[in-house]
């Protein structure tokens, strides 16, 4: 694997770089982070956060697992979470799906992968939860790709449900939870409408968001116009 010296060379190159035109830059960021944001995103390679958004380091706190699931007993995400909320006082909770997503893939189909089938099973009860409107789509791709847009949809309102969040909001705490998508095929983040400040609106904006077209006009899924399936990534 010599091949890995391009990335040490990278990386030294970078730092040369931002030192030349912020020379203050890591000397700010050794001292202290204050990102506004936490992501939860899919471990895909595909999708790395800072890259999508346009942020620097220091701008995104990020937590990503296989399929963005959020369980209610999975302490690396909620101790990611807490840090975020109690200690860094984030203001936003985003929680980022993609279209072609393997895991929900996977989750759809019953494909048996190995170990992670028991995680992506909780992508399955999203899916179990979720049949008779999935049974009602046209195509596997558009079923796909609502699925991976219902997991989202599930999954802030997980993050609503935490006992982080609940503490947050009931003492006041200003920090919002969204629901975003990202469409691989066009580098496309659409919103899905389901953001969040209080409990209640997130129980309200998952009842709107699981009974409509989660996608606005305007935001159609690309597969569902066009079937494309990604195989065998996270
Ligand atoms: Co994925």
Redesign the pocket.
């Known amino acids: 694997m010599g091949d890995l010296r391009d990335l040490l060379e990278n990386n030294r190159r970078w730092a040369e770089q931002v030192r030349v035109q912020d020379p203050g830059f890591f000397e700010r960021l050794a001292s202290i982070q204050t990102p506004r944001i936490l992501w939860i995103g899919?471990?895909?390679s595909r999708?790395p956060a800072n890259q999508i958004t346009g942020q620097q380091p220091g701008e995104v706190f990020v937590h990503r697992n296989?399929?963005?699931v959020v369980v209610h007993t999975d302490l690396n995400c909620l101790s990611a979470m807490q840090f975020a909320v109690d200690v860094l006082g984030v203001r936003h909770i985003i929680v980022c799906?993609?279209y072609g997503?393997?895991?929900?893939k996977a989750a759809l189909e019953g494909q048996r992968l190995g170990l992670s089938d028991n995680w992506l099973r909780h992508v399955e009860d999203v899916r179990d939860t979720h049949a008779a409107a999935l049974a009602g789509l046209s195509s596997d791709a558009a079923r796909l790709d609502r699925l991976c847009e219902l997991n989202v949809v599930e999954q802030v309102l997980h993050v609503a449900q935490t006992t982080v969040m609940r503490d947050a909001w009931a003492r006041g705490q200003d920090v919002t939870v969204h629901g975003w998508i990202y469409a691989l095929r066009d580098g496309r983040l659409r919103d899905l409408h389901v953001s969040a400040a209080s409990a209640d609106e997130a129980m309200s904006a998952y009842s709107a968001a699981v009974r409509g077209p989660a996608a606005q006009a305007g935001d159609e899924p690309a597969t569902r116009a066009r079937s494309g399936v990604n195989r065998a990534?996270?």
């Open positions: 899919c471990s895909d999708v296989v399929a963005n799906g993609h997503c393997g895991g929900v990534r996270p």
